[in-house]
Nanobody, 126 residues
């Protein structure tokens, strides 16, 4: 049984940075497809980054060059580093994991992720 817990959310001004660690238990973090989503009020979970196969990472265009994910089996973590934050990045952020190892073509499909963290709020002011 997997368990994910995000931390590190908070408020920051536009142009600032935040790091969101995601603690992973129940399975080696690199053994599953793992991703990051965000959600604003009334909207679906929006995928923006994932580790889809080994060290292969995927990013949505709206975060490329600004956000970076990494995962570490020894630390049992899937981390998100966010730089040059914009007001439109304001959302609740979630880490999530699938049951399978490979998800290159399906990493954006939130319904296929079976383990989710509780979410952490990120607020970016202009």
């Amino acid at each position: 049984q997997g368990h994910l817990v995000e931390s590190g959310g908070g408020s920051v001004q536009a142009g600032g940075s935040l790091s969101l660690p995601c603690a992973v238990s129940g399975f080696p973090v690199s053994s599953r497809c793992t991703g990051w989503f965000r959600q604003t009020l009334g909207k679906e979970h929006d995928a923006f980054a994932a580790a889809v196969f080994g060290d292969i990472l995927r990013y949505a265009d709206f975060v490329k060059g600004r956000f970076t994910i990494s995962r570490d089996n020894a630390k049992k973590r899937l981390d998100l580093q966010m730089n040059n934050l914009k007001p439109e990045d304001t959302a609740v952020y979630y880490c999530a994991a699938k049951s399978n190892y490979y998800c290159s073509g399906t990493w954006k499909m939130s319904a296929e992720y079976i383990y989710w963290g509780q979410g952490t709020q990120v607020t970016v002011s202009s």
